[in-house]
C-alpha cells in the first residue's frame, strides 16, 4: 500500500489550496483516512479525518476553514482549505488505518499507513 499525497504549494494569507491523497492498492480498503501537519520543530498534529462510513473529525485549528472529503471509490481523500494562515504552513501528511473507532483518528498512532508529505506554506 502506498499513499500518494499532492497539491501543496506557496499561497498568501486568505487564499486556498486542496490537497489530495491516493491509495494504491485494489484490494486496500482503509476504515478511515486522514490528514496531520508537522511544522518545523513541533511534533506532527492532527488536521482531519474521514470514515468509511462518513463519519468526520476536524481540528479546532482548522474548524471552519478547512474540510475533509473521500472518494471511497477512488480510495481518494482530500483536504480543501480556505482562508489560509502563515501558522497553517507545515508538511501536510496524508495516513490510512484498517482499525479503530471515530474517537481515535485524532491520534497518529492509530495510523498504519503513511504519505511522504507536501509542503504547504502560506506568506503573510
Known amino acids: 500500500v502506498q499513499l500518494q499525497a499532492s497539491g501543496g504549494g506557496l499561497v498568501q494569507a486568505g487564499e486556498s489550496l486542496r490537497l489530495s491523497c491516493a491509495a494504491s492498492?485494489?484490494?486496500?480498503?482503509?476504515?478511515?483516512m486522514g490528514w496531520f501537519r508537522q511544522a518545523p520543530g513541533e511534533e506532527r498534529e492532527f488536521v482531519a479525518a474521514r470514515t468509511r462510513s462518513g463519519g468526520t473529525l476536524v481540528s479546532d485549528d482548522v474548524k471552519g476553514r478547512f474540510t475533509v472529503s473521500w472518494d471511497t471509490a477512488k480510495n481518494t481523500v482530500s483536504l480543501q482549505m480556505n482562508s489560509l494562515k502563515p501558522e497553517d504552513t507545515a508538511v501536510y501528511f496524508c495516513?490510512?488505518?484498517?482499525?479503530?473507532?471515530?474517537?481515535?483518528?485524532?491520534?497518529?498512532?492509530?495510523?498504519?499507513?503513511w504519505g511522504q508529505g507536501t509542503q504547504v506554506t502560506v506568506s503573510s
Open positions: 492498492g485494489a484490494s486496500f480498503r482503509p476504515r478511515a
Open positions: 495516513a490510512a488505518t484498517v482499525r479503530g473507532i471515530l474517537s481515535a483518528y485524532r491520534n497518529r498512532e492509530t495510523y498504519e499507513y
